[in-house]
């Protein structure tokens, strides 16, 4: 049981091979991310987006790779890194332009920015808080839920290198074990926690590897490989729905980006970023993948991009013409009994409570 | 995590399974047992409610308080845990997502520092932030008087009520305690219910037996009536104030003792009505002076009730230090009824 594997190039392609529809539909939502990644730097850059902003480039792979096998009823609980993984698994671009920009629309309501959003009564995604790993713990509350009521659900829960520091990631690994939990566990690790490199963070040759120590199967992907992470999401996923326990899922990637828009990751060494640039880019790669096998041709892929770059443009139009939350309404929503989250069905909140 | 005290604190109460069958034979029920009541009846009432925390199962809980839940409700349903008090909360938070109601047992509530990331950071702000409901219940053993020492009788009320969108609950009879517990169980957002463990075994009186009977969050009580000196207090300082109460009495003094009976959101209305009739407060705590529940409590006095005030606003109630063992050292660090009762005469001498 408590196995830890790489996953290469030798995996028989047939086992999980997502058919030409599916391809095209991964395809177009790894573009969809690094559009969306690339175009809010940009309009952080000129002044044009309020707040922060928390850059997943270069680890789309990962994030719409680890999402991928997951139905409406699994639960998604992300870090701010993360927001490719929550659109994979549905959000409305309008309304997370929305929630760029502090409007009413936004899944919070303007309560908070960027990519600490979710959509639980939608696309069953948590409502990313910063410090991590704090969901670990709560994903394990879900997969009770389940177990307990006998639903085929599971909960995948994604946090960083860094978050494997610290306690609650620890606690949670356990607990899963010890309950047989239906939980996948994630780790996008891109090498940097903020500036400290994994060597500074774990002792351990691989974060994966941790795994048998809580008496679980761990497993090392290349996150440049979106198929590869596919692979082994659906494995963990197919697991956990099956009573078996959970599993820890490393994905190795490189942070492109600085921990945040302010930061240029100087501390990066370049050759290490332009290795990765030029050799682990998960869109490209699979773009040309998917050209050279004949899946998409590059009238297709033109056709993708330009409906990206539409929805892109109509979500920034929806977000501005979405008005601010009204200022007196800052005190509401802190009890159910207030009624704000159930006052204005389909703006964030649920239509009423069970 | 050994009980500290004396065997009457820790040591099985039992008589038989169902907390009520553990009532005296006049019908009435301690602290601990109406809580065990309260509780019992939920869990009958409402398949969603769980129980989860360390040793509540085979053990029956460090006081006993869930002694007979096992056998009754299951081990799903009452959930031995591994030592992981984050990890506690995270669990209560992710299954009341899902839909159930879980009740976490601290076996001092001294240890939910020991998940206070996960409370207030996001137990108190997953609703305000998602519109998310979490029916989640943290309950515990608080306080000090019975030589627990430092890590065995905090009182954490003023660290979890500064965290916004959790409800803090601090009882002081049995009927309150299980009509407030009930109300935490059927509330729609956390709640924090604080259970002061000198009380625990300590009181006993009748309560009521109605499985609807509830006792309102965030509602006071005036437990004693009186026109001289309002004495604003909750938690074991009720029984404290209602000592000083009597022995004043005998001096001529008539005090007034409202009961918060939940500290966050408080019932400032309650409080205010009582200084209005008396126009002087005395603001009784076990929480610490500096940030503590008092200071908010005088606050409000000073800034709503100035009009009505014959006399400055008094607060009693420990300096900001780890709670000393040695009885002499723990006997002078909390108010004492002597020390009540020397605020009230120079109150009453304004």
Not at chain 1, 182 to 201: F, G
Request: proline share 7%; hydrophobic share 40%.
């Amino acid at each position: 049981m408590a196995t830890t594997k790489t996953r290469g190039s030798d995996r028989p392609q047939a086992e999980v091979t997502p058919s030409p529809d599916e391809r095209r539909h991964i395809l177009y939502l790894l573009k969809l991310c690094r559009y969306f990644d690339e175009r809010v730097d940009t309009l952080y850059r000129q002044g044009k987006l309020p707040g922060a902003i928390y850059s997943g480039r270069g680890q789309e792979g990962t994030h719409v790779g680890v999402v991928l096998p997951l139905g409406p009823e699994d639960s998604l609980f992300p870090t701010h890194r993360d927001l490719s993984a929550q659109l994979a698994k549905g959000l409305d671009l309008k309304r997370v332009m929305a929630q760029y920009w502090g409007r009413i629309d936004g899944y919070t309501r303007g309560r908070d920015g960027n990519s600490h959003i979710g959509d639980w009564f939608g696309s069953k995604t948590w409502t990313v808080m910063s410090h991590l790993p704090i969901a670990y713990p709560v994903a394990c509350g879900a997969a009770l839920a389940y177990q307990r009521r006998g639903e085929p659900h599971v909960a995948l829960a994604i946090c960083g290198d860094g978050a494997t520091s610290n306690g609650r990631w620890h606690e949670a690994l356990n607990w899963s074990a010890v309950g047989r939990l239906p939980v996948v566990w994630v780790v996008n690790n891109n090498q940097y926690a903020y500036s400290t490199p994994n060597p500074l963070e774990f002792a351990v040759p691989t974060i994966a590897e941790r795994a048998a120590a809580y008496g679980m199967p761990g497993v090392r992907v290349d996150g440049s490989d979106v198929l590869e992470v596919e692979a082994a999401a659906r494995e963990a996923v197919d697991r956990a729905r099956a009573g078996e326990g959970p599993t820890l899922i490393e994905s190795v990637s490189l942070r492109w980006m600085g921990h945040a828009g302010h930061d240029p990751a100087k501390y990066v060494p370049k050759e290490l970023l332009e290795e990765f640039k030029e050799h682990k880019d998960p869109v490209k790669n699979f773009e040309r993948r998917l050209l050279e096998d004949g899946t998409v041709s590059e009238d297709d892929v033109k056709e993708i991009q330009a409906r990206i770059e539409r929805e892109f443009d109509e979500g920034y139009e929806y977000a501005q013409a979405s008005p601010f939350p009204e200022p007196g309404d800052h005190a509401k929503g802190l009890w159910v009994e207030d009624g704000y989250w159930t006052s204005e069905p389909g703006r964030g909140g649920p239509t009423e409570y069970s | 995590m050994t009980a500290p005290q004396a065997p009457t604190e820790a040591g099985a109460a039992g008589h038989g399974a169902e907390p009520r069958g553990k009532r005296t034979e006049d019908g009435q029920a301690t602290y601990l047992i109406a809580i065990a009541e309260g509780l019992w009846e939920e869990m009958e009432r409402d398949e969603r409610v769980f129980m989860l925390g360390e040793d509540i199962g085979v053990y029956g809980g460090a006081f006993k308080v869930t002694e007979g839940f096992l056998d009754r409700f299951g081990a799903e349903r009452v959930m031995d845990t591994p030592i992981a008090e984050e990890t506690i909360v995270g669990v209560a938070i992710g299954s009341a997502m899902e839909g159930l109601r879980p009740v976490a047992e601290f076996q001092y509530s001294d240890f939910m520092t020991s998940g206070f990331d996960e409370i207030s950071t996001a137990l108190a702000r997953v609703h305000y932030r998602s519109g998310v409901p979490l029916p989640v219940v943290l309950r515990g053993p608080s306080g000090g008087m019975v030589r627990a020492s430092s890590f065995h009788s905090v009182n954490p009320e003023p660290w979890f009520s500064y965290a916004g969108g959790i409800k803090v609950i601090c009882p002081a009879f049995p009927s309150d305690a299980k009509g407030l517990i009930k109300s935490a169980v059927r509330d729609d957002n956390p709640c924090m219910f604080l259970e002061h463990k000198w009380i625990y075994r300590r009181i006993r009186e009748q309560v009521p037996e109605d499985p609807d009977f509830l006792v309102p969050i965030s509602s006071a009580d005036v437990k004693r009536e009186g026109d001289d000196v309002s004495i604003v207090t909750y938690g074991a300082m009720v029984h404290r104030a209602l000592e000083a109460a009597q022995m004043l009495e005998e001096k001529g003094v008539s005090a007034e003792v409202v009961d918060l009976r939940t500290v966050y959101p408080m019932d400032e209305e309650t409080v205010l009505r009582s200084i209005e009739k008396t126009s002087r407060a005395l603001v009784l705590t076990e929480s610490y002076r500096f940030v503590g529940i008092g200071a908010e409590v005088a606050a409000t006095i000073a800034e709503k009730a100035f009009q009505h005030l014959d006399a400055p606003v008094v607060r009693l109630a420990p300096p900001n230090v780890p709670v000393p063992f040695s009885p002499p050292l723990e006997d002078a660090f909390l108010p004492s009824v002597d020390d009540i009762i020397a605020q009230v005469d120079q109150l009453s001498a304004w």
